[in-house]
């Protein structure tokens, strides 16, 4: 219910939200071999050529309904990703007649899954080289001593960055000092993004070894999972449980927690930088607000007190 | 396992897809009111307001109920539906019932801390209800935080409470199953209010569904397929909804307070737990307690809520365990078969 979320379309917040969808494309690129090929024209799966069900939604078929169908389709697909790889890793399994050849063949198969989630938490796990953008792109310096006006006066990486290490000095130190900081809580936040996509990363591929390990008697008796969604509903618990373990644990709890520590840090001092600029053009800033909060709740207090003596 | 299978089981989930999306579209009109039972607002200070619920059948000659719910969703769950409502139930069974309804705190709030909650607000609703019924004391029902809220309040203020109910009431906030509590332990709570001032209610919810993400972010709604075709469970299930994220934020003091003192310092176990400026000893309740807890619940496991039996100074306590989880505790079949007339037949004793 927060009125408070709203954020300026900063440059620094669309760095952020470049590295979420480099998430989700890096996450896409893995899910996509695991997912039905697409028919040609794009849009419908074979499935639904075949079966023509996306026309036999009560909606109608083709438009928008069709395709909103297909979108929770390939949502639905990318939640299934893990559970349709072990689902095709124990048909293929299943498929060869030599009971060793069996066990081997799925024994490798859950490695390789294993080595392929590995191979995309890799990058997400090592953080990221501080980009240095050119700062000299402002509109102009708006007065002396301030720093020059535009975007980049939100992204500490671009901005305080050529500055580390080098002592505030001149009527800009102040500015400089705090621009260092921004820059050093980005690392911050990077940093912690990275130590807690590595622990995600074991935690993934923990529990695609125990669901291995839980399906290998099932390919060795012969008994099955008669559907996907057994599988996915096993991957499910498999992986709440090695979740419920980690996430308890203090590695994974500390990593976490030093996650929304960094980004409280980073957001005081972007609210303190944006504060400098409201102070410079006489807006009401949070601390005069918090000032004038404090003051009423005294005299309603004292009202309150007065209001009881009476 | 075969590939044809395959495709035919790709086949069925757009079908269910496609019904399940015609069934959701119908089920859009489908609101979380603020409660399906008549009621009238009794009481009004700043955004709380105080309600007292119209009789459903004579009222019985026992202490009014307030209900004390938690700050971190509405009280919608307490009074869903007319087929899932415990408050309709305990008005069926001839209970005055009141419910305190917290309101929506907002960046004018960021200040308020425990003392006004505790000591301030619900000092003044129970002396509201007090003078108005003319009754020395009332039957306090806390909920989730409220009951820790209500635990603090008759530890405080004992005069003005006749019998105690506390339900899915965390009281150990240090067992070793309570994860929410272990992800706290480490948080920053001081920079996390500063840097938000008022705590975002969606903040709380992502640490809520990250406690089970592979149910609460996928599953459940892959789930919602098996119910195509199905529109009372879609309305349901898009009722629940709407008040599982209808999250009220939090005014930053009283939660840097609530996580700090309860959460990171475990205080009302391990003592030294003080509400603007009064010390709570929960050895100085002698009411009455009935505590109700879910044996499936992972938001405050049993665990968290059994040591209560031996921290008050209460003879007369007793343990009231259901088979459902946090959510399922106001709203399961079998909660509604059971539980008001546990609380009935409790409180009539006494």
């Known amino acids: 219910m927060s009125t408070d979320s709203g954020e300026n379309p900063t440059a620094w917040l669309q760095a952020m939200q470049k590295s979420q969808s480099d998430w989700m494309r890096q996450w896409t690129q893995w899910a996509a071999p695991f997912m039905p090929p697409l028919a040609p024209g794009g849009g419908a799966t074979a499935g639904s050529t075949a079966g023509g069900a996306g026309a036999a939604t009560p909606m109608g078929a083709g438009g928008a309904a069709a395709g909103l169908t297909q979108q929770v389709l390939s949502q639905v697909e990318q939640s299934l990703g893990v559970s349709r790889a072990m689902w095709d890793l124990l048909g293929r399994s299943a498929a060869l007649a030599d009971t060793g050849q069996r066990l081997a063949s799925f024994n490798d198969g859950v490695q390789q899954l294993q080595a392929q989630l590995g191979r995309f938490f890799a990058p997400l796990a090592a953080p990221a080289a501080p980009g240095v953008a050119s700062a000299a792109a402002g509109a102009g310096a708006m007065m002396p001593g301030m720093p020059q006006f535009g975007p980049q006066m939100f992204n500490p990486l671009a901005f305080g960055l050529p500055f580390a290490g080098l002592p505030g000095v001149g009527p800009a130190r102040e500015q400089q000092e705090a621009m260092e900081r921004l820059a050093s809580l980005a690392q911050r936040v990077m940093q912690a993004q990275a130590q807690l996509a590595t622990q995600w990363g074991q935690l993934l591929q923990n529990a695609l070894r125990d669901l291995g390990g839980a399906l290998t008697p099932k390919l060795q008796s012969g008994t099955l999972p008669g559907s996907l969604r057994e599988v996915y509903d096993q991957w499910v618990a498999t992986a709440e449980k090695i979740h419920a373990g980690a996430a308890g644990g203090s590695v994974f709890a500390q990593a976490q927690s030093e996650l929304a520590n960094a980004l409280s840090q980073l957001r005081i001092a972007q609210r303190d930088w944006l504060e400098e600029w409201g102070r410079a053009f006489d807006l009401p800033t949070r601390a005069e607000l918090n000032s004038l909060h404090q003051q009423v709740r005294a005299l309603k207090e004292a009202v309150q007190k007065l209001g009881d003596k009476v | ?350």
């Open chain 2, 1 to 350: 396992v075969s590939g044809a299978g395959a495709w035919r089981d790709l086949a069925d989930l757009q079908q269910r897809i496609g019904v399940t999306i015609a069934g959701l579209r119908a089920a859009a009109h489908t609101q979380a009111r603020e409660g399906c039972s008549e009621r009238d607002a009794v009481h009004r200070e700043d955004k709380l307001v105080l309600y007292r619920y119209r009789e459903r059948a004579p009222r019985l000659d026992l202490p009014p109920l307030l209900i004390v719910y938690a700050l971190v969703n509405r009280p919608t769950m307490m009074d869903l539906q007319p087929d899932r409502s415990l408050i309709r139930r305990l008005l069926e069974l001839g209970l005055d019932v009141y419910l305190i309804d917290w309101g929506y705190p907002d960046g004018a709030d960021r200040f308020v801390d425990l003392n006004d909650y505790i000591n301030g607000y619900i000092d003044r609703c129970v002396r509201h209800i007090v003078q108005a019924r003319a009754v020395p004391a009332v039957n306090l029902l806390g909920v989730c935080q409220g009951g820790t809220f209500s635990l603090c309040y008759t530890a405080l203020h004992p005069e003005h409470v006749r019998n105690l109910v506390t339900m899915v009431t965390p009281v150990d906030f240090h067992t070793p199953d309570n994860l929410l509590s272990r992800w706290v332990r480490d948080l920053d709570v001081d920079a996390l209010v500063e840097a938000y001032g008022v705590v975002p209610g969606e903040l709380l919810n992502a640490a809520y569904v990250s406690l089970m993400p592979f149910r609460l972010l996928q599953q459940k709604y892959l789930h919602l397929l098996d119910a195509a075709g199905d529109q009372a469970a879609l309305e349901n299930f898009v009722r629940m909804e709407q008040w599982i994220f209808d999250s009220p934020d939090q005014a930053g003091e009283a939660f840097r307070q609530f996580a700090r003192d309860f959460f990171q310092e475990n205080r009302l176990v391990r003592g030294g737990l003080a509400i603007g400026g009064l010390p709570v000893e929960l050895r100085r309740i002698r009411q009455p307690i009935l505590n109700v807890f879910g044996t499936s619940d992972h938001l405050v496991p049993p665990s968290a809520s059994r040591p209560l039996a031996k921290l008050t100074g209460c003879r007369d306590y007793t343990e009231l365990e259901l088979d459902v989880g946090h959510i399922g505790m106001y709203v399961s079949g079998r909660t509604q078969r059971e539980l008001p007339r546990a609380l009935h037949d409790w409180l009539a004793q006494r």
